[in-house]
C-alpha cells in the first residue's frame, strides 16, 4: 500500500483527503491511500517520515511551505525560485531516504488565473506574504504583471490595508487574495478594502475555496468585478502532485 498525505496545522480544512479519496475510488485505484497528517511543530516532520515507511508523497500546506524547506534533500528549481515547497516526493533506495520539493500552486493557479485574465489586468494587488503568495508572485512576473503585496503593516514595498485608497483599487484592477481571511468557519470575515471603489474592470481571485463564494468574492460580485475562488486551482495543483508522486513510484 502507497501511503500519500498532508502536512499542516491546523488540518480541519483540508481539500485533499476528499479529493484523493475519491479519485482513487473513480478511478480504480486500490493500492494507495491518503491521510493527513497535523502536525503542531514541523520539527515532527523527520519521525514522521522515519516511522510510517509506506509514505511515497505528500502535500504541504500552512503554515509549512517555507519551513519544510531544510529537511529537503533537493529541491525543484521553480519551487527554489519561489521560496515555498507544496509537494513533496520521497524515495527509498538502499534504506536511504531522499525528499524532494516541488511547488504545485504555480501551476494550478495561472492555468486557473489565465481563463478570466483580460490585457487589461495589468496591475495586482496580492493580499497577504505567506507561502501561497509567494507562487502568486512567481507567476505576475512570468506575465509580467505588475503586483504589489499587502500586509496588515506597512513596510518596504508592501501596501498596509490602510494604504489601499479608492486611487490605489482604480490603478490595480487584479486583487488576488492569499490570505485565510473568509474561509469557513470564518466565513464572515473580508480583507479591509475600500469595496465601494471596484468596478466592472476588477478581477478578484480567491485563493479561498471554502466557502465557495467568499465574502470578499460576494461583494466584488455586487460591483460586476470578475470573480473566481481557488476550487480549481486546487484540483490542478492535486492533479500535478499526483504526477509527480506517480513519476517513477508507481
Given at each position: 500500500m502507497k501511503q500519500f498525505g498532508l502536512i499542516g496545522f491546523p488540518l480541519s480544512h483540508s481539500f485533499s483527503k476528499g479529493y484523493f479519496a475519491e479519485k482513487f475510488i473513480n478511478e480504480g485505484?486500490?493500492?494507495?491511500?491518503?491521510?493527513?497528517?497535523?502536525?503542531?511543530?514541523?520539527?515532527?516532520?523527520?519521525?514522521?517520515i522515519a516511522n510510517n515507511q509506506t509514505i511515497v508523497g505528500l502535500n504541504v500546506t500552512i503554515p509549512y511551505k517555507k519551513e519544510i524547506i531544510p529537511f529537503l534533500h533537493k529541491i525543484d528549481e521553480g519551487a527554489a525560485a519561489i521560496g515555498a515547497?507544496?509537494?513533496?516526493?520521497?524515495?527509498?533506495?538502499?534504506?536511504?531516504?531522499?525528499?524532494?520539493?516541488?511547488?504545485?500552486?504555480?501551476?494550478?493557479?495561472?492555468?486557473s488565473l489565465l481563463k478570466l485574465l483580460k490585457p487589461t489586468h495589468t496591475k495586482a494587488l496580492i493580499l497577504g506574504t505567506g507561502g501561497a503568495a509567494l507562487a502568486v508572485q512567481y507567476i505576475l512576473n512570468k506575465l509580467s504583471i505588475t503586483w504589489k503585496s499587502v500586509?496588515?503593516?506597512?513596510?518596504?514595498?508592501?501596501?498596509?490595508?490602510?494604504?489601499?485608497?479608492?486611487?490605489?483599487?482604480?490603478?490595480?484592477?487584479?486583487i488576488i487574495n492569499t490570505s485565510?481571511?473568509?474561509?469557513?468557519?470564518?466565513?464572515?470575515?473580508?480583507?479591509?478594502?475600500?469595496?465601494h471603489a471596484l468596478t466592472r474592470n476588477h478581477y478578484l481571485y480567491d485563493l479561498v475555496?471554502?466557502?465557495k463564494e467568499t465574502l470578499f468574492l460576494k461583494k466584488g460580485k455586487e460591483k460586476g468585478c470578475l470573480t473566481k475562488n481557488g476550487l480549481e486551482m486546487l484540483h490542478l495543483q492535486a492533479e500535478k502532485a499526483w504526477e509527480i508522486w506517480n513519476n517513477k513510484l508507481c
Amino acid at each position: 500500500m502507497k501511503q500519500f498525505g498532508l502536512i499542516g496545522f491546523p488540518l480541519s480544512h483540508s481539500f485533499s483527503k476528499g479529493y484523493f479519496a475519491e479519485k482513487f475510488i473513480n478511478e480504480g485505484i486500490s493500492d494507495c491511500n491518503y491521510e493527513i497528517f497535523p502536525l503542531e511543530n514541523i520539527n515532527l516532520f523527520s519521525d514522521l517520515i522515519a516511522n510510517n515507511q509506506t509514505i511515497v508523497g505528500l502535500n504541504v500546506t500552512i503554515p509549512y511551505k517555507k519551513e519544510i524547506i531544510p529537511f529537503l534533500h533537493k529541491i525543484d528549481e521553480g519551487a527554489a525560485a519561489i521560496g515555498a515547497v507544496n509537494t513533496i516526493r520521497v524515495e527509498r533506495v538502499n534504506n536511504q531516504i531522499q525528499l524532494k520539493g516541488y511547488n504545485t500552486d504555480v501551476y494550478g493557479f495561472e492555468i486557473s488565473l489565465l481563463k478570466l485574465l483580460k490585457p487589461t489586468h495589468t496591475k495586482a494587488l496580492i493580499l497577504g506574504t505567506g507561502g501561497a503568495a509567494l507562487a502568486v508572485q512567481y507567476i505576475l512576473n512570468k506575465l509580467s504583471i505588475t503586483w504589489k503585496s499587502v500586509s496588515r503593516t506597512s513596510k518596504e514595498n508592501v501596501f498596509s490595508y490602510e494604504d489601499i485608497t479608492d486611487a490605489v483599487l482604480a490603478e490595480y484592477t487584479l486583487i488576488i487574495n492569499t490570505s485565510p481571511l473568509g474561509m469557513y468557519p470564518n466565513s464572515e470575515t473580508c480583507p479591509a478594502l475600500p469595496y465601494h471603489a471596484l468596478t466592472r474592470n476588477h478581477y478578484l481571485y480567491d485563493l479561498v475555496y471554502n466557502p465557495k463564494e467568499t465574502l470578499f468574492l460576494k461583494k466584488g460580485k455586487e460591483k460586476g468585478c470578475l470573480t473566481k475562488n481557488g476550487l480549481e486551482m486546487l484540483h490542478l495543483q492535486a492533479e500535478k502532485a499526483w504526477e509527480i508522486w506517480n513519476n517513477k513510484l508507481c
